[in-house]
Every structure is written in C-alpha cells, then in structure tokens.
C-alpha cells in the first residue's frame, strides 16, 4: 500500500468524512415529510483535532465519524425533526468543503505528475 504525506492522508480522510456527512444530510432532506423520521447529525470535528494535533498518519486515518440522532426538537410533523432549510444550508457547505478538498487533492497530484515527467 502506498503511504504519502499527512496532508495527502488528512485530504482523503476529509473526503470520506464529508461524503458521509453529505449522505446523512441527503437522507434527512429524503425524509423531510416522513412523520416519526428523526434526523441524523455526523460529527467528527473533535476527533479531526486530536488526530492532527497527534501529528501521526495513523492516527489521521483511525478517525471514524458518529452517526447519531439528533437533539432537535420535530417540528410538528408526526415527530419530525428535519427543518429542509437548515438541512439545505448544511447540504451547501459541507459540498462546499469537500469539493474544496477535492481541489486541493488534485493540484497536489498534478504537481506530483508534473515533477515526474520534468526528470
């Protein structure tokens, strides 16, 4: 298996975790007129600033994500939680974040081919 640097790691690892966070936010938003549907939050903030405060690849590529139900109070709905517009506005900036990621990741492999094929 290929090992490269911890930003490399780090910019995977924020790929994988925003997609899920992406998923969960596609769900709720799927079931935002299903009564008795409680929304699902994913974090992984806190374990995202241990492991880079570790400093350690492995510690960057341990970092799993919770999936859990969430606090908010329904909305009336038969016990629905999902409010579309918050779940639309948080939809946003997490695509955001991780097609900044994506971004960031694909110019660091084009400078890898770049230095390759100047030799």
Same mark, same amino acid.
């Given at each position: *298996? ?8 780090? +910019?995977? !690892? +924020? =790929?994988?975790?925003? $997609?899920? /966070? ?7 938003? #799927? ?8 929304? =699902? ?9 241990? #492991? %880079? ?5 492995? !510690?960057?590529? $341990?970092?799993?994500? !919770? %999936?859990?139900? $969430? ?16 779940? *639309? ?7 955001? /974040?991780?097609? *900044?990621? +994506?971004?960031? =990741? #694909? /110019?660091?492999?084009?400078? +890898?081919?770049?230095?390759?094929? $100047? !030799?």
């Amino acid at each position: *298996m290929i090992t490269f640097d911890k930003n490399t790691e780090l +910019l995977s !690892k +924020l =790929l994988d975790l925003t $997609s899920t /966070k992406n998923k969960v936010i596609a769900n709720n938003i #799927a079931n935002v007129n299903t009564p008795g549907y409680e929304k =699902l939050e994913v974090t992984f903030e806190k374990e995202l600033q241990n #492991a %880079i405060e570790g400093g350690s690849i492995a !510690k960057i590529k $341990s970092i799993k994500e !919770k %999936i859990e139900l $969430s606090k908010d109070i329904g909305n009336g709905n038969g016990g629905n939680n999902v409010d579309i517009d918050t779940e *639309m506005i948080e939809f946003f900036k997490s695509s955001d /974040k991780h097609n *900044m990621y +994506l971004e960031i =990741l #694909a /110019k660091k492999f084009k400078g +890898l081919i770049y230095a390759i094929e $100047s !030799k």
